[in-house]
């Protein structure tokens, strides 16, 4: 699937890959593959992360199986445009903390002829569209969701259901504030009585 030439007739071709999923659906994991894999290619790769994403590392991605991978955290998405000079592969974590703007970035970065490889949610904690997720998928050549397993009855999990009951957008946590649910299970739980 991904095995094409990044070579037409002398000129790079570029595209964008987003793998979307739930929490612990291993979009993280998928990420730090692709990218391992261009690496062994010998292709020049970089790595991107927001700054608020600290739960493993500051400064590298860290999947939940603790794979980690060399990366930048930067503060917006149009700093990756300044960073991205000479290099054949762009991955960026957790995008759906990033801006809006995040879209058009990778857009021009595809148009530059680099490969571009997103991972983030696709839904927030209400089963909303998150952020700039929706806007990759649509422009995206290829979208890959991954899906975790249901931790109420052990179907095919693609929400990602807050313990808590805190109400702010953005709220980093793990298995201690985060569960997978099927929508059966999710709609179950947010019925409200």
């Excluded at 990218?35 to 999947?63: C, M």
Aim: aromatic share 6%; net charge negative; with cysteine.
């Amino acid at each position: 699937m991904f095995i094409e030439s990044n070579l037409n007739n002398g000129r790079k071709r570029g595209w964008i890959e987003v793998i979307v999923g739930s929490m612990f659906s291993g979009k993280t994991e998928e990420l730090i593959r692709r990218l391992r894999r261009a690496e062994i290619a010998k292709q020049r790769v970089e790595i991107f992360k927001p700054t608020i994403d600290t739960r493993y590392s500051s400064s590298d991605v860290v999947s939940h199986d603790e794979n980690t991978i060399r990366s930048t955290a930067i503060d917006n998405s149009s700093t990756i445009l300044l960073l991205s000079g000479n290099i054949d592969v762009i991955g960026i974590d957790e995008a759906q903390f990033f801006d809006e703007n995040l879209v058009e970035v990778c857009n021009k970065l595809a148009d530059m002829g680099i490969r571009v490889i997103v991972a983030g949610l696709d839904m927030d904690f209400r089963g909303v569209p998150f952020g700039p997720m929706p806007g990759l998928m649509a422009c995206a050549e290829y979208v890959t969701k991954v899906h975790a397993v249901c931790m109420r009855c052990g179907h095919i999990a693609h929400f990602s259901h807050r313990l808590t009951d805190a109400e702010k957008l953005v709220m980093l946590g793990e298995k201690d504030s985060y569960e997978p649910l099927c929508r059966e299970c999710f709609r179950t739980i947010n019925l409200k009585p």
